[in-house]
Each structure stands twice: as C-alpha cells, then as structure tokens.
C-alpha cells in the first residue's frame, strides 16, 4: 500500500463507519500521514475544529484497539492522568497563578492642608491649662495611606450650667454632679478620660432660666479652676442673649484660648467674633448641613470680622445615625474635599455635636413605637452604640473634634479613632482560619 | 462608566426620539444612561431593532460600572453586590447596599440553627416607609467535616431562602456543601493561596460565585483574582483580610481603600466587590458585649468605606440597629430630595374634630411623624412647614420654624383652622415647646405642646385630644 494524504476528517469520516460487526478482519496497514495544513498561525476556530477532529479519530481508534484486546484505558491513565470517560465539562484550571504586583497612586488633587486650631493655653502663653490641643493640619482624609495626619481626634465632654433631661443611661453616670457645673467637669476629666470640656451655658435662655451673662460668666471661671484641660464655652442657643452671653464668659477667659460655641448667621456674629479676637480665643462657625452657607459665613468671619484663620473651627451641623446623617456625613465629606482640593473658605477643623445621637429615638426609648419591629433589646446598651457610630462615620469624613455625653461613647470612639489613626498597639492576630473559631 | 458626559453616549443611541422610554429625546434619554437612572435595555428599539445591535454592544461596555457586580442567590431574596462607579457617594451614589451576612456553624445543635436562622430571617426594623433586613446566612464549617457540612447546609436551605455563604478551606467540604447547594447559587469562601485550584475546578463545576482570600496581600489577593479571570471565572469576591485591632486594622482600612481606588481608576483585575469579616472581633473580646460593639464599629467603618458584603456573628439588637442604620445611610440616593413639600397632610379620614400637628418638610422628620401617626391608626391632619429641609429642633434654633412660616403654610394651604376644625387649636413638637406664645399669638387658636417624640403622640393623644377648652 502507497502512502497518501488523507485530511483527518477523512479518517473520522472512514472510522465512524467502522462498527463492532465491521471490525472483524479489518487490517490497518502502512502508514496514516497527517496532513495539517494552513501554516503557521492557527485560528482558534480552526485550532479547535481540528482538535475536536483529531479526539474523535483517537476515539475510533482507541474503540478498536480496545475491540482488539489492548489495554487501552491503563494507556490513558497513566499517559494523561485519569481521564473519567463521561466528563464533557472538564474544569479548566492553570498549573500556576499568573503572578501581578499590586499598585495604586496617591490622589494628586489633594495639594492643600487644614489650618491648625491650637486651643488652651499654658502658663508659657499666659493661660493656666497644662496642655494645650491642636486641631487640623490633615493634607488627606483620614487615616488615608496619601498623607500623614499631624493630629488625633480629641473628644470634648459635655457639661451644663444647670440640671438637664437627659437619657437614662447618660444620666445615672451624672447624678452625683448635675448641680454642680464644676464638680461634673473634674469628673468628665478625671473619670471619663475627656481631652477637654463644653461648658453649655444654657440657663441663659430668656425661656429657660434667664441667668444673666455677668452671673454666667462665674461658671466659667469655676470650671477653669476645676480643670486643667482646654475648654469651649457654649450659649444657650439663643440667638439673641447668645452674643452677649459669650462676649461676658470670652472676658473672664481671656488668656485660656477657649474656643466659643458659636457664631452662626442667624446671630450677630460679628459680637461673637469680636469677643474671641479681643480675648484672644478662637470661634466655632455653626451652620446647618448647607457647604454654601459655610463658605459664606466662614468669609465673613474673615473678611468682615477679622478672624484669623488660625481661629476658625467649623460645625457644620450633627444629625443622628438614622436621622439624617447620611446629609451630615456627606455635607463634611464634601467640605473636606474641597478643603484639601484648594478651597481656602473651608480649609478648617471640623467639629461634631455628637451628643446630638441621644435625640434619636433608638438611643434613648425602651422600645420601637412600631409594633411591627422585631425587639429593640436592651436600651442600655443601643445608646452608647448610637453616639459611637454617629461619631465614627463623621470621623470618616474627616470630623476633627467631637462633643459628646456617654462614658463609654468617650471610651470606645477614641478607641477606633486613635486605632485608625496609628497610634494603638495591639498583638499581632492570624486570622488565615478565622472560619474555625468558636464563639 | 467609560463615558462622562450624555453626549458621549447619544452618539450610540437611535437619535430618532420615539419616545418609547418615556423620554421625549434620546437625549434625555443618554442623560439618564450616564445617572444610571435608567438602563440600556429600557431603549426597546437598540434592543429590537437588528441595525442597531452593533451599537447596543459598544455601549454596553462602555456604561458597564467599574466595579464588576455579582449577584448571589436566587429568586427574590437574591442579592447583588459591586456594580460602582464612584469612590464618594455625592459624586453619584453607591449601587448595591452592603449585603450583610450572618454566621450559622456546623457544629451547632438542629434546634439551635433552626432558631438562630429564624432570628436573623425575621429582624426587621421599620425606617421611612419600608423595613430594614438582614441579608444572608454565613454557614462556618467549625467541624473540617464534610459530611456535618452538608447536613447543616441542607438545614438551611429548609429553613429559609436568604442566600447563602458556603465558607471553608477545605475544597472537600465546599464540594458537600455545594452538592446540596448548587441550585441556589450560594457564595463560595474561599480560595487562598493553598487550595485555589481545588476551588476553581469547583467553582467552575457547579457555576457560582468565588471569594479569593489573601490576607494583608494585595499582590496575592490581584494575583488571585487575575488567575481566576483568566480561567474564565467573572463573579469573584475579594477579601484582603479583616484584621480587628491595632495597626493591622489601620492596614486593613488602607487595603480597601487602595482596592477599590484601583478598581475605579481602571485596574480590571482587581475591580470586583470587596468582603469583609467584622466576625474577626470575636477572636480579640471576651465579652459579648464587647465584641458585639467592637464588630459593629468595624462593620460601619466598612460600610462607610467600601465594603460591599460582610460576615458578621452578632444577632444582638443592639448591634443589628446600627449596622442596618449606617448600611442605609452610606446607600441612600444622595440625589432624592431631602424635602417633602409643604402642605397640609391627611393621616387616615380626618374630620373636624381631629387633632393638627405641626412638623417641618425634613423628609426624614415628616416621614417618621407620618408613620407614627397612621401606625397607631390616629385620623388627623399634619400642617408640614417649609422648614428648608431642616429638622425641628435644629429649625427652632435656626429660625426656619417660627410663628410666622408656621401662619404662612397655612394660609398656602388655604387651611382655615376656625373653619375647618371644632377646636381652633394646633399641637406643636415638643422641642419646637418656645414658639408657644409666638405662635398663640400670630395665629389666634390654642396651642398644645406635644411629645418631643412622635413615637409617643399617639399615647399623649389618648390623654390630651380632645382638648378641654374650644
């Protein structure tokens, strides 16, 4: 028998016919030549066209020399590993992984850094505190691997000028105190673990105890002598008293660099501005969750009133988890943002009226008003939760300072805060089969 | 998204303005293609028509997100996961909420898998109209055995139809469970290092979705994730690791933001949904209550900043309230307004003898007083004063609610209340309480000073309406 070229679907072709009966005195004889043509640089249609061809030729194949007796199958196992005979969907897995090195820029928009806030002041700088905080400096948002954060996160802590309501799990860590403006400070101080201290003025109110401003200043200087830390002065809240009330409690506090809470375009601020650049003291510029009105009001702040910038920290306004605080958190976001992006009215420390969690009804109720919630549990244990998440999230979106009311808020949130910002040391953890754990 | 601006992606469309979408232009219709506010298959004629099928699949891959998304489950409790297209919500929204998962174990008794899978089915928490729920059960094979596996896995699948998280290293266990599984398409967890060609075969066997595991790795976890892809396998998950305290967790917050950073900005490789393990706390606290804590400050961190699915043990309320909360915080539509109009509301039939209550046009504050009210099946009217969207409390302080605005949206509404009530008389917020005597003042009628929460006005009604004088 001459050899010739014979195209492998030829060859299916010819043993597709061959069934057990034909087999009987078939001889294979000479040589079968192969011809693949087509060059160099198979298509893979092509490519997978002809090796379906050729797996079907081995098949035929292999059914006869299995009808000849030959141990096929012991063939295909060791040659090509086990090979079970109905797999049509075999996984395709590669023998390696395709190695990659992983990289990622820093952002290069944020050229421009926070203004530093220095408050409190030492017996260097003619105040009485023992230390002085400084708020700012961030060129990042926080905890970002683009950029060092200069400064943690400081909590202050609140106390009032008179007895408040207040939610039960806050109030039974007050009661001892909550006569005694002075006495409740040492405790946030020495107790709680406050970086600093909000006196809130708030009996001033003309609907509430109307103290006058002379009598609330007395406060103030009890609460410096009480403590050693920086302190901010709060008002009332009410818009007219306020000016006056603060411009009274900034004298008494001149030297102590307070940070005065606050001015607000619902006000006269150029009083309240006055009072800290006359004293020496810096100011919060509050706002309500609107970036514009904050330019505006941190402009006139500047321009109009002559406030340094390096006296300008901004509250931008605090709701609570579940209560608006998607608007809050991205309000601060976006003002950070444009802050390290090159806005010059919103380059300043923010601050948080975290405090403002204990409004929410989860912090604070015994239980869901709605009858179709699932058990709220213990309300003891959902109010810390709330002022802590409703801090942490603003943390996120670059918050600096944070006022706030539970012990254990105080506890946990400077917790997390200074974990994030580098300065926790903890044991090193394996967690390569956290799966396994048994709790 | 490829494409940054409408006109980019008109240039696709028919340009015929047939209004089929509900559109009246194809440009208005790219508009909403670049929000996301509508799909590419809401245009039935790129659809349909067979001239346009070239064009239909360009853009298609040019509006695809960045960030590849993954659906898990089945049906209607089916989850989907990725799918963004920004790194700060404001600059469009994040798609795809957080899924949150919770563990069940296999070493668990039957009684006690049933009932926990039953606590974490049924948690709801009513929140502007709709219930907050969990999402899905983990299922931990604590036994290494692949057989107990099964079983607990078959339990669940009986119990409820929450998708699933099928989580071992061991490829023999993963396979019982998918035996049992498969059909519901569960998440696998996880491929590491060590077993990563065990789980392909799986993966690719039984066609669902992978998490890679590499922790603290970021050349593995990509490589991981870059072999997967480039064995044909597109729904992957990726978990850089959940370190719980310390400077690990510092590491671990910069590893998600550089994943998903990358993933914006183009890295396909690691462009896919990221896990997290807030569960990890558990290793660290002793107490329950400190590791629930300590995990849910973890799980917000994560909702905050790019996770996409987590695992977490706690069912405790105290934790599951604020983990659904800043779930939907981060996930809330930046662009929904966040004001309802003014205007004078009817809660169930009100006649002349119902109360009026007064609340500001905070979406939040009127929803929330809204569901209160018709919840305990109170008829009453609610006047919603044009507060510019503030709370009231933070509007008494900021004079949006006053006597005057409050005199102002009455009259808008054409609402007399000596005419259409018996009573002449409106029940202010409780922390709106100063404006009293402005308000009994510049209106003429009785004021009552309500709850400073509306959660407790239907009580307060029962004992103060109706009221005593006319």
Redesign the interface.
Known sequence: MTNKNIKLSEISDIFKKLDVEELEGVTIEGDIELDISGGGGLNPALAYALGHEAAQVSLHVANIARMLGYPVDQLFATSMGAVPAAETTRPNVLDELIPSKFEVSKVAEWNNSIEEVTLGATSADGGSRKNTITLGGENALPYHFDGEMPHRNYVTMDVFDMPIGMAKSVKENYEDVINDPADWAKKVVNDFNADMVTIHLISTDPLINDTPAREAAKVVEDVLQAVDVPIVIGGSGNPQKDPEVLEKAAEVAEGERVLLASASLNLDYERVAKAATDYGHAVLSWTQLEINAQKELNRKLMKQCGVPRDSIVMDPTTAALGYGLDYAYTNMERIRLAGLMGDDELTFPMSSGTTNAWGARESWMKESPMNEDSNWGPREYRGPIWEIITGLTLSLAGNDLFMMMHPTSVEVLKEITQTLFGSVETESLDITNWIGTEV | MKLNSPLEAYKYLPGTNCGECGETTCMAFASHLIDRSYKLTDCKPMVKVNKYSKKFDVLKQLLAPEIHEVEIGVGERAVKIGGDDVL???KLTFFNKTALAYDVWDTMDEKDLVERIKKID??????VGE?LTLDMIAV???S?DPEKFAATVKKVIDTTDMPMVL???NPAVLRAGLDEAADKKPLI?AA??DN??EV??LV??YDVAVTVFA?ND???????A??FS???IKDIVLDP??????????TT??NF??IR??GI?G?H??AFPIMT?P??A???YDDD?SAS??E??IA??FS??YGDIMIL?SI????L??QL??R???Y?D?RTP?TVDPGVMEVGSPDANSPVIVTTN?A?TYYTVE??LA?SKVDCYILVVDTE???V??AV???QLTAEKIKRDFEAAEFDLKTRTNYNTVILPGLAA?LQGDVEDVLGANVLIGSA?S??L?GWLETNWPPTKK
């Open positions: 700060f919500r404001h049924d948690f709801k928490k009513f929140y219930f931990r094979s604590t290494n989580c071992s290293f967890y590491n290092q990563w060609q392909a075969e690719q066997e922790p970021l050349d593995l976890l990509k490589s991981l870059g072999t480039g064995m044909g690791g959940t370190f719980p305290t310390g400077k690990e967790l510092k917050f910069n933001l550089k950073r990358a900005n890295d490789d690691i393990v569960m990890t558990w290793m660290v209550v804590y300590w849910t400050v917000s961190i905050v900043r043990h405790e309320p105290y934790a309230l604020p909360h800043i939907d915080t981060i809330t930046p966040v905070f939040l569901s209160d919840s969207g503030i709370g409390e933070a302080a900021g004079g100063r929460d959660g407790r239907p």
